[in-house]
């Protein structure tokens, strides 16, 4: 019958403990953990009570390790899983964390998506395709990509297009206007669009903004 031989605790991980069985490290169990499972040096365990936990174990380690993963940035339902894969946890243990994510409202792929939409508008003016194809990449069903896209102001894609077109038109790189708009459609926006705003600024404005950035 396995036996523990000693309870340790961590080093580098204060409030961590690892459990040796059989004077083999085994497990690991945090002061909590350690408390509600109530064991002590000397103590035979059953097979099944040593399975059990070394499945507190496990969950506690992938829950950690999706809280961390969270400290970052929010991320959707699809980035979560495949990290916890790529750390080879089973797929039932893998799905007990994400539930108990989503009910915490800690993973929630509509709010994901519409704060996604919002923060690339607000730093990097992307176009919807652009966003489309990013929020796509992070497992983010079409349903609500079509909801947090529709939910943005209509005319927030044209405020994005004009600002980045006023910018670059500031940049010699740019003072031809067909390599101008090469690169705006390469950031998704349609050539119907490009070409409107490029009217309204009026090449005029365009050559000025060009000459004043070359000679100041």
């Given at each position: 019958?396995p036996?523990?031989?000693?309870i340790?605790?961590?080093?580098?991980?204060?409030?961590?403990?690892n459990?040796?069985?059989?004077?083999?490290?085994?497990?690991?169990?945090?002061?909590?953990?350690?408390?509600?499972?109530?064991?002590?040096?000397?103590?035979?365990?059953?097979?099944?009570?040593?399975?059990?936990?070394?499945?507190?174990?496990?969950?506690?380690?992938?829950?950690?390790?999706?809280?961390?993963?969270?400290?970052?940035?929010?991320?959707?339902?699809?980035?979560?899983?495949?990290y916890?894969?790529?750390?080879?946890?089973?797929?039932?243990?893998?799905?007990?964390?994400?539930?108990?994510?989503?009910?915490q409202?800690?993973?929630?792929d509509?709010?994901?998506?519409?704060?996604?939409v919002?923060?690339?508008?607000?730093?990097?003016?992307?176009?919807?395709?652009?966003?489309?194809?990013e929020?796509i990449?992070?497992?983010?069903?079409?349903?609500?990509?079509?909801?947090?896209?529709?939910?943005?102001?209509n005319?927030q894609?044209?405020?994005?297009?004009?600002?980045?077109?006023?910018?670059?038109m500031?940049?010699?790189?740019?003072?031809?206007?067909?390599?101008?708009?090469?690169?705006?459609?390469?950031?998704?926006?349609?050539?119907?669009?490009?070409?409107?705003?490029l009217?309204?600024?009026?090449?005029?404005?365009?050559?000025?903004?060009?000459?004043?950035?070359?000679?100041p």
């Amino acid at each position: 019958m396995p036996q523990i031989t000693a309870i340790k605790p961590q080093v580098k991980r204060q409030g961590r403990y690892n459990i040796f069985i059989d004077g083999k490290y085994r497990l690991a169990l945090s002061e909590l953990g350690l408390v509600s499972a109530g064991i002590r040096v000397g103590q035979d365990l059953t097979n099944e009570e040593l399975d059990a936990l070394e499945q507190t174990s496990s969950y506690a380690k992938a829950m950690e390790r999706a809280q961390y993963f969270l400290s970052f940035r929010p991320r959707s339902r699809a980035e979560m899983l495949r990290y916890l894969t790529k750390k080879d946890y089973d797929v039932e243990l893998i799905e007990k964390i994400i539930s108990e994510l989503e009910g915490q409202k800690l993973i929630d792929d509509e709010a994901f998506a519409v704060a996604w939409v919002q923060s690339r508008n607000l730093v990097k003016h992307r176009s919807q395709r652009i966003l489309r194809q990013e929020l796509i990449q992070k497992g983010i069903s079409r349903d609500i990509i079509d909801t947090a896209l529709v939910d943005e102001d209509n005319n927030q894609e044209r405020a994005n297009l004009r600002e980045i077109t006023q910018k670059k038109m500031n940049h010699s790189a740019y003072a031809d206007r067909s390599k101008l708009m090469r690169y705006l459609a390469s950031k998704g926006f349609n050539y119907s669009d490009i070409k409107s705003v490029l009217e309204e600024l009026g090449s005029e404005d365009y050559l000025n903004s060009y000459t004043d950035n070359d000679n100041p």
